[in-house]
């Protein structure tokens, strides 16, 4: 005689005799309902035909190897809640010491700042004999174009007056973002990494307990962050 462990109905009967076993919500037996329903089993058991050992076994074994991992899962979801609160009391008590630091971090945004240094830093995985920048602002409208030149392999650096091509300037605490392209002496394309940088201003955190560093109007997600430094 074969009872369902899970989906079942928790009723079994046979001879007109019924044994009954409690479920939790779901259709989902808890250790308690499976006891119910193997202890049915044994006494409803046809004499002539009983439980072997062997399935005995197999269905103790299932229901053991569900109950461990329904209680690896619990305990999962109970280190992920930890590590959440441990990560933000860290970060908690660092950001009263990293307000006021400088940082570099993947990507490819820049503030300019009226009276500070807004310079502009960009990697080149090879040499390259030309180098172009173009700036845009917010609407996505280009303000300034610039040729480098030619550029060694390794961390570059452009210092910009928050002028434009034609008439105009940059205003203090606007955003703009910025691209590199590069090619060699044969006209291949020279691969290169974008950084933005500027000082912390509020440290934030997201969804998740995602840390985030303000540098003024930008946001820069810590993950993406490589380089903390003292600066003016």
Same mark, same amino acid.
């Given at each position: 005689?074969?009872?369902?462990? *899970?989906?079942?109905?928790?009723?079994?009967?046979?001879?007109? $005799?019924?044994?009954?076993?409690?479920?939790?919500? #779901?259709?989902?037996?808890?250790? $308690?309902?499976?006891?119910? &329903?193997?202890?049915? $089993?044994?006494?409803?058991?046809?004499?002539?035909?009983?439980?072997?050992?062997?399935?005995?076994?197999? $269905?103790?074994?299932?229901?053991?190897? *569900?109950?461990?991992?329904?209680?690896?899962?619990?305990?999962?979801? /109970?280190? /992920?809640?930890?590590?959440?609160?441990?990560?933000?009391? !860290?970060?908690?008590?660092?950001?009263?010491?990293? *307000?006021?630091?400088? !940082? /570099?971090?993947?990507?490819?945004?820049?503030?300019?700042?009226?009276?500070?240094?807004?310079?502009?830093? =960009?990697? &080149?995985?090879?040499?390259?004999?030309?180098?172009?920048?173009? !700036?845009?602002?917010?609407?996505?409208?280009?303000?300034?174009?610039?040729?480098? @030149?030619?550029? &060694?392999?390794?961390?570059?650096?452009?210092?910009?007056?928050?002028?434009?091509?034609?008439? #105009?300037?940059?205003?203090?605490?606007?955003?703009?973002?910025?691209?590199?392209?590069?090619?060699?002496?044969?006209?291949?394309?020279?691969?290169?990494?974008?950084?933005?940088?500027?000082?912390?201003?509020? *440290?934030?955190?997201?969804?998740?307990?995602?840390?985030? =560093?303000?540098? @003024?109007?930008?946001?820069?997600?810590?993950?993406?962050?490589?380089?903390?430094?003292?600066?003016?």
């Amino acid at each position: 005689m074969q009872i369902p462990l *899970v989906g079942g109905t928790g009723n079994t009967s046979q001879s007109g $005799q019924s044994g009954q076993s409690e479920s939790v919500p #779901g259709g989902e037996m808890d250790k $308690q309902a499976f006891l119910q &329903l193997l202890v049915t $089993q044994m006494r409803h058991q046809d004499p002539m035909d009983p439980m072997k050992g062997q399935e005995y076994a197999a $269905q103790l074994a299932q229901f053991s190897s *569900v109950e461990q991992l329904t209680n690896l899962n619990d305990r999962f979801d /109970q280190m /992920q809640q930890s590590n959440v609160q441990l990560s933000r009391s !860290i970060s908690n008590t660092l950001a009263a010491t990293i *307000v006021g630091k400088r !940082i /570099q971090a993947v990507g490819n945004a820049v503030a300019y700042n009226e009276g500070e240094d807004t310079s502009i830093r =960009f990697n &080149l995985e090879n040499a390259a004999k030309e180098v172009k920048l173009t !700036i845009r602002d917010s609407n996505d409208q280009v303000v300034k174009t610039e040729n480098l @030149g030619s550029m &060694l392999a390794g961390e570059q650096e452009y210092q910009w007056n928050g002028r434009y091509n034609l008439l #105009g300037r940059a205003d203090d605490g606007e955003t703009f973002t910025y691209t590199i392209e590069a090619t060699d002496r044969e006209g291949n394309k020279v691969s290169t990494n974008t950084f933005t940088q500027g000082k912390i201003s509020a *440290v934030e955190y997201g969804n998740g307990g995602q840390l985030y =560093f303000l540098l @003024g109007n930008m946001r820069v997600s810590a993950g993406n962050v490589h380089r903390i430094y003292d600066g003016g």
